[in-house]
């Protein structure tokens, strides 16, 4: 595709439910990151997959958010048992590979997800 | 640890102004350092500096990138309301994984 896309662009939930985000990434980008924006944050690292590596999981926060590639395209990003803290902007990037100097990361729209 | 600190916070300037955002950074291993664009939801790129002292120019946008004193500056000439939006500033971590950011510049430009 043209860009990043994520789905859905808003989800509203109940404390206590599963959330499932989605993001398809630049068709042929190998690497795909995703980031968290709280309300007055800055962005914060979530997980990183490139290709057939296994994910770095190092900046999710707690045992219930987990993530998946399937096919070394598409991502879920998966939230367990949602807090309201968990409130926040969803973003997915993706970039062309992992090198040396780091390459330029895409984001995608977001998901603005709502624990109520 | 690893963090990058941007300033100011926020401004408002008016039309035609020129502005100056600045980044400063600590990381190991630095690899490169990005500025981003945030309007609504999705930060859209606008530089990567690798190398100290070579200005990226897009427009009216530069940017410079000082490795010895571990700081970049983003420049704005002539200012538009259309440049009203949070800059972000990020660098990538050790392991070239993931991309550190600071908290951004809400820039507001009024007519």
């Known amino acids: 595709g043209a860009g990043v896309s994520q789905s859905p662009s808003n989800k509203v939930t109940e404390k206590g439910k599963d959330v499932e985000l989605r993001c398809d990434p630049i068709?042929?980008?190998?690497?795909l990151y995703w980031y968290r924006q709280s309300l007055g944050q800055g962005l914060e690292f979530l997980i990183y997959?490139?290709?057939?590596?296994?994910?770095?999981k190092s900046g999710l926060p707690s045992d219930r958010f987990s993530a998946e590639r399937t096919g070394g395209s598409v991502s879920t990003l998966t939230i367990q048992r949602t807090q309201q803290e968990d409130s926040a902007v969803y973003l997915c990037?993706?970039?062309?590979?992992?090198?040396?100097?780091?390459?330029?990361?895409?984001f995608g729209p977001g998901t603005r997800l709502t624990v109520l | 640890e690893d963090k990058v600190v941007q300033s100011p916070l926020s401004l408002v300037v008016h039309e035609g102004d020129t502005v100056t955002l600045n980044c400063s950074y600590e990381?190991?291993?630095?690899?490169?350092l990005l500025w981003y664009k945030q309007e609504k939801k999705a930060p859209t790129f606008l530089f990567m500096l690798?190398?100290?002292?070579i200005e990226k120019k897009s427009g009216r946008l530069s940017s410079i990138l000082d490795k010895k004193e571990l700081f970049s500056i983003l420049n704005i000439t002539a200012t538009q309301t259309g440049d009203s939006a949070v800059y972000l500033c990020?660098?990538?971590?050790?392991?070239?994984?993931?991309?550190?950011f600071g908290k951004g510049t809400t820039l507001s430009v009024s007519s």
């Open positions: 990037a993706s970039s062309s590979s992992s090198s040396g100097t780091g390459d330029t990361q895409y």
């Open positions: 068709s042929g980008h190998t690497a």
């Open positions: 997959f490139q290709g057939n590596s296994a994910p770095d």
């Open positions: 990381v190991t291993n630095f690899r490169s």
């Open positions: 690798t190398s100290s002292g």
């Open positions: 990020a660098v990538f971590n050790q392991a070239g994984t993931a991309l550190i």
